[in-house]
């Protein structure tokens, strides 16, 4: 199986804020890399599929990067709605596998 | 809008089955694969294998001896079942629709349900 791991594993972060989340996969999967927020309670939402597509909705402020084993999640300026749990997921290769996970914290 | 919705019982006891459907609503199941996904309680999410209307499955090999996804286009449903569970097994169950047309993403969910495993 590709093992997907996420850093950090939480961040304390202001309205504001410019973010940053990597996600290192332990093989290369191309650009199979794909972006998920979700909320207490909530389903996960897509936020950015082939490394740096924006899913139809999700605001400009989302950005994504990288190509091979290391892919980046930035967001440019936090917002309150933006605090979340967020998950990378690889679609190179059966099975698929999600990162462990970052939790945005208020700070 | 696509909309898709788990059912199910919320309390299965060990080493039976657990059994889950999800209705999907506002697009045809015989246009995309269908998931299931689950997400033991505070840990991350773990695929656990999709199927095509034609009944083509994919399951993650953690779980293969165990599962089946089955599919019922009349009523534009599919279903889990995981057989032998423990207590590893209890988790909030979500279906998802999988969009394997260009670059492969889980692009509509469920909103989850809970399943407990205890007797």
């Known amino acids: 199986d590709i093992q997907m791991t996420q850093s950090p594993s939480s961040l304390s972060v202001s309205v504001g804020d410019r973010v940053t989340i990597t996600c290192r996969a332990s093989q290369s999967i191309s650009r199979y890399l794909n972006w998920y927020q979700q909320k207490p309670g909530k389903a996960p939402k897509l936020l950015i599929y082939?490394?740096?597509t924006l899913q139809s909705g999700v605001p400009s402020r989302f950005s994504g990067s990288g190509s091979g084993t290391a892919f980046t999640l930035a967001i440019s300026s936090l917002q309150p709605e933006d605090f979340a749990t967020y998950y990378c997921?690889?679609?190179?290769?059966?099975?698929?596998?999600f990162g462990q996970g970052t939790k945005l914290e208020i700070k | 809008q696509v909309q898709l919705q788990e059912s199910g019982p919320g309390l299965v006891k060990p080493s039976e089955t657990l059994s889950l459907t999800c209705t999907v609503s506002g697009d045809s199941i015989s246009n995309f694969y269908w998931s299931w996904i689950r997400q033991p309680p505070g840990k991350g999410l773990e695929w656990i294998g999709y199927i095509y209307y034609n009944g083509n499955t994919d399951y993650n090999p953690s779980l293969k001896t165990r599962v089946t996804i089955s599919v019922d286009t009349s009523k534009n449903q599919f279903s889990l079942k995981l057989s032998s569970v423990t207590a590893a097994d209890t988790a909030v169950y979500y279906c998802?629709?999988?969009?394997?047309?260009?670059?492969?993403?889980?692009?509509?969910w469920g909103q989850g349900t809970l399943v407990t495993v205890s007797s």
């Open positions: 998802a629709r999988y969009d394997a047309s260009g670059y492969y993403l889980f692009d509509y």
């Open positions: 082939a490394t740096s």
């Open positions: 997921q690889q679609s190179y290769i059966t099975p698929y596998t």
